[in-house]
């Protein structure tokens, strides 16, 4: 944390790393601890009927209290209660409505004033880098609706020449891109040339930083060797199956298409040949999915390695014939709860 920050600023933790590193589980043992409400950093969550594939919390195993979840989320305002937690920004909107980083902001914002209202402390965790940056740095980020007209024509070019051609051209009118665009992901490609031909700026001008951080930060990271990862998102994957995510990725693509950008992300994108191929048996689809989030993953470690202040915690599981979630979960509590304790 920068000693320099006003204190009078809102104070706000913000927990990062990658995918099935841990990050709700510890977000809500220490809003239990501290009094605080989660706001889901995660850019597919605020969809609803996308449930399993961006993993909800809504039916698992309840982290904090060692235990299976009791009953089914209630919805309170504007939040939805989970497991004693209020969490914001899921089930936003329906898979087929436009919402974008600039809706997430206006959103985010109001939910942090909302919570320091009710004098708790807004606990920021996800795994959406960009959005988690945009927020924390001041980035002002224009509310450009979707060209599906263009998004379409983009879609095509990347399907045809990879992600390389687009992103060129997009560093070709805005070298300075280059310091954070992401150029082998097709939907960050698309969207910062899909802002610069609708504003005619450059990205990097529109997502320049404020002049001041708005937050006073604590940003714990949960960092994992490389193969207890990989683990993990296998793990998660299955039971995702278990749980029905054919069943739910196929319904929403009758409902909506596959052409609407919330279908275009993991864990739903890889069934739209296995919809139009039954010979594309469910195996084939559980290993391009697991390949693709881990990889994932791997660009989440990259982008969050270049924030700064990171208080970084190893979620490794130390006693691996114990409880994992148990121990692992109390580990990483007490860690964090001893930085939380001098930030407030």
Request: no cysteine; charged share 30%.
């Amino acid at each position: 944390m920068d000693k320099s920050v006003d204190t009078r600023k809102s104070k706000i933790i913000v927990i990062v790393g990658p995918t099935a590193s841990g990050k709700t589980a510890l977000a809500i043992r220490l809003a239990k601890k501290f009094k605080g409400e989660i706001i889901s950093a995660d850019s597919r969550q605020v969809y609803r009927g996308m449930d399993i594939g961006t993993d909800k919390p809504f039916d698992s195993f309840d982290f904090a209290q060692d235990r299976p979840a009791q009953g089914k989320p209630k919805k309170i305002g504007n939040a939805i209660i989970i497991r004693g937690i209020s969490h914001h920004l899921i089930d936003v909107v329906e898979p087929n409505d436009s919402f974008t980083l600039g809706h997430w902001l206006e959103l985010a914002k109001k939910a942090i004033t909302e919570i320091e209202q009710r004098n708790h402390i807004p606990i920021i965790a996800g795994g959406t880098g960009l959005y988690i940056s945009a927020l924390l740095y001041g980035f002002e980020i224009p509310v450009v609706p979707p060209n599906p007209k263009l998004r379409k024509k983009l879609e095509a070019e990347i399907k045809k020449y990879g992600t390389k051609r687009l992103a060129k051209k997009i560093l070709q009118k805005d070298p300075q891109a280059a310091v954070f665009l992401d150029t082998k992901n097709p939907r960050r490609l698309i969207r910062a040339w899909e802002v610069m031909e609708a504003t005619g700026k450059k990205f990097s001008q529109i997502r320049k930083r404020s002049a001041q951080p708005k937050y006073n930060t604590l940003i714990v990271g949960l960092t994992l060797p490389k193969n207890d990862i990989e683990r993990k998102i296998a793990l998660r994957l299955k039971k995702q199956f278990k749980k029905g995510l054919k069943k739910e990725v196929l319904t929403l693509s009758k409902k909506y298409g596959w052409n609407v950008s919330s279908m275009n992300t993991l864990g739903y994108s890889q069934w739209k040949n296995h919809s139009h191929n039954n010979s594309l048996n469910d195996k084939n689809v559980f290993g391009t999915i697991l390949k693709d989030t881990i990889r994932y993953s791997k660009r989440q470690i990259t982008w969050f390695k270049k924030m700064n202040d990171i208080i970084w915690l190893d979620a490794k599981n130390k006693k691996p014939r114990t409880r994992v979630n148990s121990v692992r979960g109390r580990r990483l509590e007490n860690q964090a709860a001893k930085y939380i304790r001098k930030f407030l």
